[in-house]
């Protein structure tokens, strides 16, 4: 039996490491910093990029990571060394089994990807597994139970839902929708009514602000900026109200894909869906009014986990934990 001593998630928004033992060891924004005057050299990684990209002009921000694939190779590993280097990962006379946590729905290519760039970090041993599986065990999903369980993400880069059946997925899709898709109509919508450009992590302030789907929560979010079209500076008020459609847009397409994966059931697995309803979980599962409004879109019960923005580090964590269920786990995915 193989001793995984690492969960790894290389995610659009975050990376975060889970270490046996210690726990969780790092959470950090998936992005890197080059310096353009300088073919294109990393100078830092994560938080660290973020405040270079604020202190020079000649820093330019990247994403190796989108829509739940690896968009660029060579910076991703990169991105993933240096984080390891800030958790002093020891490489020398130690074996380091790692267990990645991926979407659903990826090709053969895309697997292998995240594979070579584990390997490529000095790892031992590399294995994958479908970040729903965290949702499950953090959710007390038993692996054993037989009945059906739905399953849904959602993500920074991407949505990802699942239907699993005793510990093994039976369906599953994967939609790169999520977080970022919001923050970018946020941003747009800013830009076009009140003509200010809105720095990135002001718009995930307004998201987490202001994100409603209740009609009747009415809260605001004052803006300082410069107005693209007079170039004066001054204040700008945006309310839930104003952006409340926009998440009823995007949460109405969350729905679509739930159904439509929903429609490729067969009665037994409707029926199982119907009594014990959707598990949600993903850092959007925490926007108010969202079990409400999916309940209604869908017709079942929708359950969102208590923490939902840190459901897959627990999950992990727990797995971690528990070799034996983690083995299993892994053994079942894989068959």
């Not at 380091?96 to 390997?119: C, F, R």
């Amino acid at each position: 039996m193989t001793d995984y001593n690492y969960v790894v998630k290389l995610g659009n928004t975050n990376t975060i490491i889970v270490k046996s033992g210690d726990g969780v060891i790092l959470v950090e924004p998936s992005v890197v910093a080059v310096d353009t005057e300088n073919n294109n050299q990393v100078v830092a990684v994560g938080s660290n990029a973020i405040k270079s990209a604020k202190n020079s002009n000649n820093i330019e921000l990247l994403y190796p990571i989108a829509d739940g694939v690896v968009k660029n190779k060579q910076y991703a590993t990169i991105m993933l060394r240096m984080f390891l280097k800030q958790v002093e990962f020891k490489t020398l006379f130690t074996k380091n089994n790692v267990v990645v946590l991926i979407p659903t729905s990826l090709s053969a290519q895309e697997k292998n990807d995240y594979v070579n760039i584990a390997y490529s970090c000095m790892f031992t041993q590399v294995t994958l597994l479908p970040t729903v599986y965290a949702g499950m065990v953090n959710m007390e999903i038993e692996e054993y139970d037989a009945r059906h369980h739905l399953l849904c993400k959602l993500g920074g880069g991407v949505t990802d839902v699942a239907l699993m059946s005793a510990g093994s997925i039976v369906n599953a899709c994967t939609i790169d929708l999520g977080g970022n898709t919001l923050n970018n109509a946020i941003k747009q919508y800013i830009c076009d009514s009140y003509h200010v450009e809105v720095p990135s992590e002001m718009v995930e302030e307004i998201k987490i602000e202001l994100a409603t789907l209740l009609p009747n929560d009415n809260r605001s979010y004052s803006i300082y900026g410069q107005n693209n079209l007079d170039g004066n500076y001054g204040n700008v008020v945006v309310t839930s109200s104003e952006l409340r459609p926009i998440f009823i847009d995007y949460f109405t397409r969350v729905a679509g894909i739930i159904s439509g994966l929903l429609g490729s059931c067969d009665t037994v697995a409707i029926s199982d869906i119907n009594k014990r309803g959707v598990y949600l979980f993903g850092a959007l599962g925490s926007i108010t009014g969202l079990d409400r409004f999916l309940s209604t879109k869908l017709n079942v019960p929708v359950y969102i986990d208590v923490e939902p923005e840190s459901t897959v580090i627990n999950g992990a964590t727990a797995l971690l934990n528990n070799p034996n269920l983690l083995q299993s786990v892994i053994g079942k995915y894989n068959n």
